[in-house]
């Protein structure tokens, strides 16, 4: 059987390419919810714990994939990184399925981070530029959809097996191993991206009107370069607590108080499945029919919310965990990470889309990442309401760079965006060119 016969697209295609977002969250929750279990059985200190996490799936790995993935998208096509990342992920994943020292263990979340790095930023061009105009919205947010499906699914297996220890963290990774093949075998009948199939077909006329294709063609615009700060800034502040919260929530919660790991897995299940209702219900129901500004200012308020909450009231015990539960859930559901995924796909032009979300998904692991060499200690030094003050901050910037600065996309082509953008589609200002010449 040929795997080209099979022909994945619409609904099915926008699935198959979500996924990218299931793995990646899998991924981090995987290594969340075993940090304590490796600590253990290798008798780590808290600096290499710090590297582990700094080096994954939530940070440098991801960045190196990033900014890898990005322009080789858009130079070789959407479909190409299909082809491959995910053969790399399942080696990343089954090394640490069977780790059996520090080193191995490193090993397989670099390569694992590398995988998903180049594979995000690919998932959410994809889907941007198959999805139809007035929905789009909705069909982003299914990538954002898969994101918080895979740690709902990762705390609860957690729980489920924690009275196993290091055997069930194992177990975990084995699982996203699974998927992992089972999403590949499908996505080999994906159909390229058809708005860079015909984009490319006019490769030489392209690289006279906009220069380069990929890094150079993106950083030789201004309009690229403010767009970059923009959804850079609304990211990267978002995603430095986002990142810490994924990967060091248990942490967080034995800081303030619930020392039980079930518990603490079971209260992240919580904050996932109000991100799923808040995901489906909320933004790929609403996004592509209201303000968008608005849309995202709320979000990022309740954000907010959640963590004063948690601050305010450290001593509150479950009752104050229960409620930044549930705010800081919804707020992920609605909030930056989807609008940015929406928007990144909407500023930049067709021959260095990708490449933009692989620069500002490379900065923004970077900086997680330095973080993350430092978060288990820094909880320890000043206490979680140094920290959490510290986060509020962060979210704080966020909110403010999203509301003031929202594009005004909403139920517009990718064509008629260009236009507004760069005064003129990429094409016909390539067939300009060619005229000219």
């Excluded at 699974?178 to 015909?198: K, N, P, T, Y």
């Excluded at 906009?210 to 201004?222: C, H, M």
């Amino acid at each position: 059987m040929k795997v080209g016969a099979r022909s994945t697209t619409g609904w099915r295609a926008t699935i198959a390419v979500a996924m990218s977002n299931y793995i990646e969250a899998g991924s981090i929750i995987a290594i969340a919810t075993s940090l304590a279990f490796w600590q253990a059985e290798f008798g780590l200190g808290n600096f290499a714990v710090g590297l582990l996490a700094a080096l994954s799936a939530n940070a440098f790995g991801a960045a190196i994939g990033a900014i890898l993935g990005g322009p080789l998208c858009d130079r070789f096509g959407r479909k190409a990184i299909y082809t491959y990342d995910l053969l790399v992920y399942m080696v990343g994943v089954l090394l640490a399925t069977f780790a059996v020292n520090y080193t191995m263990l490193l090993a397989a979340f670099v390569i694992t981070g590398i995988a998903v790095g180049a594979g995000v930023p690919a998932s959410w061009t994809y889907i941007a530029e198959q999805a139809p105009s007035e929905g789009r919205a909705k069909h982003v947010g299914t990538a954002q959809l898969a994101w918080s499906i895979g740690p709902l699914i990762g705390f609860g297996l957690a729980a489920a097996l924690a009275p196993m220890g290091l055997l069930g963290s194992r177990l975990i990774f084995l699982h996203l191993f699974v998927v992992a093949a089972a999403v590949w075998w499908v996505r080999q009948g994906l159909q390229e991206s058809q708005i860079w199939a015909d984009e490319a077909k006019g490769n030489v006329d392209v690289t006279s009107a906009v220069g380069l294709r990929g890094l150079k063609g993106l950083f030789s615009r201004r309009v690229n370069i403010t767009a970059l700060l923009f959804l850079g800034g609304i990211y990267l502040f978002w995603n430095t607590v986002a990142g810490q919260a994924g990967i060091f929530m248990p942490r967080v919660y034995d800081t303030a108080g619930l020392h039980s790991p079930v518990a603490q897995n079971l209260l992240q299940v919580l904050v996932w499945g109000c991100t799923v209702a808040a995901t489906y219900f909320g933004f790929m129901r609403y996004a592509d029919r209201v303000s968008q500004r608005w849309f995202y200012a709320g979000g990022a308020a309740l954000g907010i919310a959640g963590w004063a909450v948690l601050v305010a009231f450290t001593d509150g015990g479950v009752p104050t965990m229960l409620i930044f539960a549930v705010l800081w859930g919804v707020s992920s559901g609605i909030g930056a990470q989807a609008f940015y995924s929406l928007w990144a796909s909407e500023m930049f032009a067709t021959p260095y889309r990708a490449s933009a979300q692989g620069v500002m998904f490379c900065v923004v692991r970077t900086f997680t990442g330095l973080l993350s060499y430092f978060f288990p200690t820094l909880l320890v030094a000043i206490g979680l309401t140094g920290v959490g003050l510290l986060l509020i901050g962060l979210l704080a910037v966020a909110l403010v760079i999203g509301a003031v600065w929202a594009p005004s996309t909403r139920g517009k082509t990718l064509r008629q965006i260009e236009i507004e953008r760069y005064g003129e589609t990429i094409d016909s200002a390539a067939a300009q060119s060619k005229a000219v010449a």
